[in-house]
DNA sequence: TGGGTATTGACTACTGCGGTCAATAGCGTT
DNA sequence: AACGCTATTGACCGCAGTAGTCAATACCCA
């Protein structure tokens, strides 16, 4: 039935999956109430289990789909065969905040998606997990050109400092999303992108021959 | 009443306080049964209530003996006069570790409970991280020897990333641990101390004079 | 045995859940 | 206007589980 529910117009589309992926990423599977979906939906309860069959089968097909929105965003404009981590390491960590800052609720709802350990679901998410999520990042982690930094550092030690500073990067400015709700309305990309340089050139100052 | 929950033998009131931060940890304020914590604990529903009045009764303490715990195993034992900033942040996050692997479930509650944005208790718990948690952090970032980088760095960018490596490594160990079981056993702190200061050492020769 | 405290668990009154299905609304065709 | 067909409704079902109460009982010491 879900193709059908693919040829509804869009906005009577979105308004549904909206209101789902807010109640599932707000209270976790077990807790999120289908009464409250259709509500907030503005549709009749009928109707969301004539198009999903079951709570799950809505679930499900939000996991896929909000997966494939971030798969395509992101790991298809990463470049997999650039050898210099900075860059390589770079252009994730601004990509993801790119994403995040794009498609806040997708997010959210992915995020309480993997860590939730409802029984119902568990085995289907994990699955999920290591087919897109564990499978990639593996990749972004081989071909790096270690013989650039200085002779005398450990190449696997200065790969992992360099891995923690841009996720600490990421973090620091997703923290500030999330806080201050003016931060968001005045944050510019091209600026955080100037700051995240300085990071870059202070490591490649660092550690780098 | 509970000054008469404190007289209980040992056994009884861990076996109590065990059941109620495994419940509220697992699944948050408002989805936790004081049914399900009095089945696991082994005790009369009603004992529960005489001893806590409530379920909000019961979660403010459970807060409150947490963080007891936590403030007196950590904030207690870090030196706040140390200008060095890595010697400092190096205390801090083998600390964390250390209480972590030492109170796992207790962190688990806290970290949920902080989360946690359940309207019956929100105020309440805000009002305690407040008080405890947000001033401490603060009080952690002050009086740091900045003279000590090499003369073309940016002080704050450098001590932002030792900080965002600290707790990198501190999270990749908690990552292990809560992954693999059979880490858990074999974890050996002098080890993972030692791993640190090949970091710490490698930090210091980056980025000081 | 009496008296007092610690502990029990059946009980109440209630809320909300996922899911169903007969009824109806809405629309294109004749 | 009347038919047929699909899209949509929402009252309803049986059930599970909730926080909290309180008369009854178990337990222990004098």
Redesign the interface.
């Known amino acids: 039935m879900i193709d059908k529910f693919m040829n509804l117009d869009e906005e009577k589309r979105e308004r549904i999956i909206n209101a789902a992926l807010e109640e599932f990423a707000k209270k976790g599977y077990?807790?999120a109430s289908t009464n409250e979906i259709v509500k907030s939906a503005n549709i009749s309860k009928g109707l969301l289990f004539h198009y999903f069959g079951s709570k799950k089968g809505l679930f499900l097909f939000l996991v896929d789909y909000v997966i494939n929105i971030f798969v395509d965003g992101f790991y298809s404009r990463i470049n997999f065969d650039e050898t210099d981590i900075l860059k390589r390491w770079g252009q994730i960590a601004l990509l993801k905040i790119e994403l995040i800052q794009k498609h806040p609720d997708l997010y959210g709802f992915l995020l309480t998606s993997f860590s939730d350990d409802s029984k119902e679901i568990k085995k289907d998410v994990e699955n999920i997990d290591k087919s897109v999520v564990v499978d990639a990042y593996e990749k972004l982690l081989v071909n790096i050109d270690t013989s650039v930094f200085k002779n005398?550092?450990?190449a696997k030690?200065?790969m992992?400092?360099i891995?923690?500073?841009t996720?600490?990067?990421g973090n620091?400015i997703m923290e500030k999303l999330k806080m201050d709700p003016n931060f968001k309305s005045t944050f510019d990309m091209s600026s955080a992108v100037a700051e995240f340089d300085?990071?870059m050139k202070?490591?490649r100052?660092?550690?780098y021959k």
């Open positions: 077990d807790n005398d550092m450990d030690k200065v992992e400092i891995i923690w500073v996720q600490g990067f620091s300085g990071y202070l490591l100052c660092a550690f």
